[in-house]
């Protein structure tokens, strides 16, 4: 394990099919106001939106409701949302839904109270908040993002076209979390499987990146291998709880902070994803789809060990007979071979994505430099015209 670092995660987790009891318990732990958040409808529809207003009357609440909270949240939403909390002094911002909700959430608690304009602050200038938080608890009904156990809060600007993450501290990430996994059952395909994507891509990011023989890339490993075998059972039988409840843990792991221990970590496909949705609004864990193979074969030589370890050691490919260079190679088709089965969308042209967007793109592709391979512009462009 390389460098110093600090461990803590704060956020206190409650899983499985009985998690929404323990709400109650935690409502106790704040004031009167709070404020309910949600998404486009879908909480509506499942009957969680009964539940949760019936148990925050219950617990004697006064609710302020703040829905409509669409997929990769805007900025001007996020204003909407500062002026309610303000307004009506929330002591709790309770998010139900997906990543979009818990990240705008985030974004609503340090920005409720922040004399400045919080795009520009934490998004622009990716400044820390120095005002009152309002704390933040979810009840998570998309798995994918992580955001119920970190503190990432990304942010769409269309009229900018940029799409921006600030992953806040401790202090932002939520102070508890239910995760049942029955909740995720009435997910449409598209968005599970996208789901299911943006949790190997999470993984792929931390794993990409150090030479050294780090713990983290042994956790990963096998949160990679779980995941492969549970996501092909839940595209066959969507209501399998082992399978729904595993890739609900492992989503939670894969960026709650603990893999990325001792390791520099890439990212730059999220860059590239990111700036995709920008100028398309498409689902996350698609845009990061369809860039991944592009992006990959064209860092493996620089990172060849350690894609020699994924093949084998995640796909199992059998080294026997072989270059490096081809079990690497093999290990990625086995990897594609995988996306095309579970059902990822595999090229940016199905996203919306035209020819007269690429330099735009990699312009707003902001650069990381933890990876096997520091980009320029003109790889980001070929990447994604690979990706076309
Ligand atoms: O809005 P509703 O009606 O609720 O519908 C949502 C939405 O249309 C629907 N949905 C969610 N749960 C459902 C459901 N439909 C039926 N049944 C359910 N149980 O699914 C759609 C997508 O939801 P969304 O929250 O947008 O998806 P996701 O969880 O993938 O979140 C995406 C956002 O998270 C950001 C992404 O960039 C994007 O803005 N990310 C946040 C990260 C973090 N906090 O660390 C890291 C990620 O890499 C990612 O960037
Ligand atoms: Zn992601």
Redesign the pocket.
Known sequence: MLGNFSYCNPTKLYFGENALDNLSTELTKYGKNIMLV??????K??G?YNNIIKILKDSGKEIFEDP??????TVEKLYEGCKIAKENNIDLILAV???????YS?AVSVSAWCEEDPWDKYYLRMEEPDNKLIPVGCVL???????EM???????NHKTKL?I?H?FGEEVFPKFSILNPV??????KY?MT??FF?IM??ILEQYFSGTDDNTSDYIMEGLMRSLIHSSEIAVDDPKNYEARSNIMWIATWA?NTLVAKGKTTDWMV?MI??SI?AYTDA???MT?SAVSLAYYRHIMPYGLDKFKRFAINVWNVNPENKTDEEIADEGLKEMEKWMNKIGLVMNIKELGVTEDMLDGIADGSFIMTGGYKTLDHDEIVDILKESM
Not at 141 to 147: K, L
Not at 183 to 188: E, I, N, S, V
Request: charged share 10%; glycine share 26%.
């Open positions: 949600y998404g486009g409808g879908s909480i529809k499942s969680l409509g909270v669409m997929p990769n949240p839904g997906g990543g979009s909700v818990c990240d985030k009904t998309m798995v994918g993002t992580g955001s970190n503190g990432g809060s990304v942010i769409t799409k993450g992953v909740l995720t059952f009435t997910l449409p968005q996208a789901g943006d891509s999470h960026l999220h994803g990111q949705g689902t996350h864990g990061l």
